[in-house]
């Protein structure tokens, strides 16, 4: 499969499940922020779910396929088409060469997941195709997709039949199962985000650390890739207190100066010195990644074994998704 | 010193541990040797390491962990994983290996370092002087962190340290060698920054394709050494060829 990038979009890059074992170095992790969708899309076209694919952020682009050949789109609904039909989403789409790909409204969350079968072709830079925006390096040339960008697809393993193109009767072939959507939220819906006492969390006042937890924030629109910047009570420390700079993780909530909090996604860096009043607990992490600038989030305080069993409980539910997917694309 | 630790969770895939309360020496030495013991014996599910001044962060897959039953909570299996380590550590405390001082030849002053008069006014001494205290000792690389392969230095000498300049730079070209307190650092990458500039050094400190990625890592010892414009272009374009 080869593709040709029309639209650019407002940033399109290629990501795959991430960068480890560079934090030492001070080499952030990226990767694809709304991970969940990422390896389902990945598992729809018979990819492994750390096969790069793309991360289309907003509105705006578009491509054109190449070849014959499957695509998977997952996340949140951009309102993908061809031509004038809309893709079906969470489910794999066998797409026709000289197919144009548009993504143009934004009906929920913010970031849809496009995995084409094979896996994105491009190389690994520190055992990764992440694309490093700041560095520069990994996915793409180390950069957001322009127009006129020609990527190309690893051979299929799984998915390498073709379906005859006399059955396609219209834009495309898509089978009629589909998986159920993960957690996104639809544009202006309040969102609850599960979330444990940070390591300085007692170092903030109390009325602090009850408003944290029982009034909502406003997700404010210099959100990014590195952190989601929130606008909502003043949080302040009991008293003023400078840290020694430590590890931050993803879905770590830390509060500057200002009092207000920005929680920190795929792109964060590797040390932080300021205080950590919360962290998202790992299953609400999708979720978080798909809020919408403008919108309003809350926090709901749970307990880390809370957080681990939500967390095995997801995972044994997405093993049991990836299981059908394998046995249905067997019979696509 | 105390051989004391806590441990506590960076979120349900983290753990932090916590090795020594101030900025030292020996404490760092601790992280170090931590971190070194932790890679080197690594548990199931292990990811990586984060050390930082008094701290080392271990990341790991929950899945992967494995736990003895059920009822076992991921971070308490792998926080006494990590004690057994730290046994080990105890018993054996192999001291580090001493490690050569890194050469940082750095051009200071003129284009590539415009700020070196600022901090020299601001001490009241000349700008030579500031050179000959910014090179004349070696430095301790804390941590690497901020952007790849920004060493953390502590223990620049209070007659050249300057505060951050007010409003930050859009862009610090890579190879920056600055001053914010009494911090000194080098930018890898081009950046935002509010530090200030006094020099540059042609060396790459991320290099991405190579291995380790970075020029600079945690625990070494460093050393500025003045070069003048010629050197520079010069080492630059050995850099560039090699």
């Known amino acids: 499969?080869?593709?040709?990038?029309?639209?650019?979009?407002?940033?399109?890059?290629?990501?795959?499940?991430?960068?480890?074992?560079?934090?030492?170095?001070?080499?952030?992790?990226?990767?694809?922020?709304?991970k969940e969708s990422h390896r389902i899309a990945n598992w729809l076209v018979g990819n492994p779910e750390e096969a790069a694919a793309l991360e289309i952020t907003w509105s705006g682009f578009s491509l054109r396929m190449e070849e014959d050949g499957w695509i998977a789109v997952t996340g949140g609904d951009l309102s993908p088409r061809i031509g004038d039909t809309p893709v079906p989403m969470w489910r794999p789409v066998y797409v026709r060469r000289d197919s144009v790909l548009t993504f143009q409204q934004v009906r929920s969350g913010c970031r849809a997941y496009l995995a084409v079968s094979g896996g994105l072709n491009v190389p690994k830079v520190m055992d990764s195709r992440s694309t490093y925006l700041r560095a520069g390096i990994g996915g793409w040339e180390g950069r957001p997709l322009h127009a006129g960008d020609r990527l190309s697809?690893?051979?299929?393993?799984?998915?390498?039949?073709?379906?005859?193109?006399?059955?396609?009767?219209?834009?495309?072939?898509?089978?009629?199962?589909?998986?159920?959507?993960?957690?996104?939220?639809?544009?202006?819906?309040?969102?609850?985000?599960?979330?444990?006492?940070?390591?300085?969390?007692?170092?903030?006042?109390?009325?602090?650390?009850h408003a944290f937890f029982h009034q909502p924030f406003k997700i404010r629109p210099e959100s990014d890739r590195m952190g989601y910047r929130l606008a909502g009570p003043d949080l302040g420390l009991t008293l003023p207190k400078e840290y020694v700079s430590e590890a931050v993780a993803l879905g770590t909530v830390q509060v500057p100066a200002d009092g207000q909090p920005i929680i920190l996604m795929a792109d964060r860096q590797t040390l932080g010195g300021y205080p950590k009043i919360a962290q998202i607990a790992s299953v609400d992490i999708p979720l978080t990644t798909q809020l919408?600038?403008?919108?309003?989030?809350?926090?709901?305080?749970?307990t880390l074994r809370e957080a681990e069993c939500l967390r095995d409980e997801r995972e044994r539910e997405l093993s049991i998704i990836r299981a059908m997917i394998q046995r249905k694309i067997e019979e696509v | 010193m105390s051989n004391s630790y806590s441990m506590h969770p960076l979120g349900d895939a983290a753990v932090l541990v916590q090795l020594g309360d101030g900025i030292s020496d020996a404490v760092h030495q601790r992280v170090v040797d931590f971190t070194q013991r932790v890679e080197r014996n690594p548990f199931r599910g292990f990811i990586e390491c984060v050390p930082s001044f008094t701290t080392v962060s271990i990341y790991y897959d929950p899945l992967?962990?494995?736990?003895?039953?059920?009822?076992?909570?991921?971070?308490?299996?792998?926080?006494?994983?990590?004690?057994?380590?730290?046994?080990?550590?105890?018993?054996?405390?192999?001291?580090?290996?001493?490690?050569?001082?890194?050469?940082?030849?750095?051009?200071?002053?003129?284009?590539y370092g415009p700020d070196l008069e600022i901090v020299a006014e601001h001490n009241g001494i000349t700008a030579d002087e500031v050179i000959r205290l910014h090179s004349g000792q070696d430095y301790l690389v804390y941590a690497i962190g901020f952007a790849p392969g920004f060493p953390y230095i502590g223990g620049v000498p209070e007659r050249i340290a300057a505060p951050r300049k007010p409003t930050p730079r859009p862009r610090i070209p890579a190879g920056s060698v600055g001053i914010a307190g009494t911090q000194t650092g080098i930018y890898p990458i081009e950046t935002p920054g509010g530090w200030q500039i006094i020099g540059r050094t042609p060396l790459a400190l991320f290099r991405p394709d190579r291995q380790p990625p970075t020029l600079l890592q945690g625990g070494q010892y460093i050393r500025f050494r003045p070069i003048d414009r010629a050197e520079y272009d010069r080492l630059r374009e050995v850099k560039l060829c090699d």
């Open chain 1, 292 to 302: 919408q600038p403008g919108g309003t989030l809350r926090f709901k305080e749970i």
């Open chain 2, 64 to 111: 992967t962990v494995q736990k003895p039953d059920d009822s076992n909570s991921t971070f308490d299996v792998v926080c006494s994983l990590l004690q057994e380590r730290f046994k080990a550590d105890e018993e054996d405390g192999n001291p580090l290996s001493i490690q050569d001082v890194v050469d940082i030849p750095v051009c200071y002053g003129g284009d």
């Open chain 1, 153 to 209: 697809a690893y051979p299929s393993r799984l998915l390498n039949r073709s379906v005859d193109r006399s059955t396609i009767t219209g834009a495309f072939y898509a089978p009629r199962w589909s998986v159920l959507p993960g957690k996104i939220p639809a544009s202006g819906q309040e969102v609850t985000v599960r979330a444990m006492p940070g390591r300085q969390y007692e170092d903030f006042d109390e009325v602090s650390r």
């Open chain 1, 1 to 34: 499969m080869r593709l040709t990038v029309l639209k650019p979009g407002l940033l399109v890059t290629v990501q795959d499940l991430g960068r480890f074992g560079y934090g030492k170095y001070g080499v952030i992790t990226s990767g694809a922020m709304d």
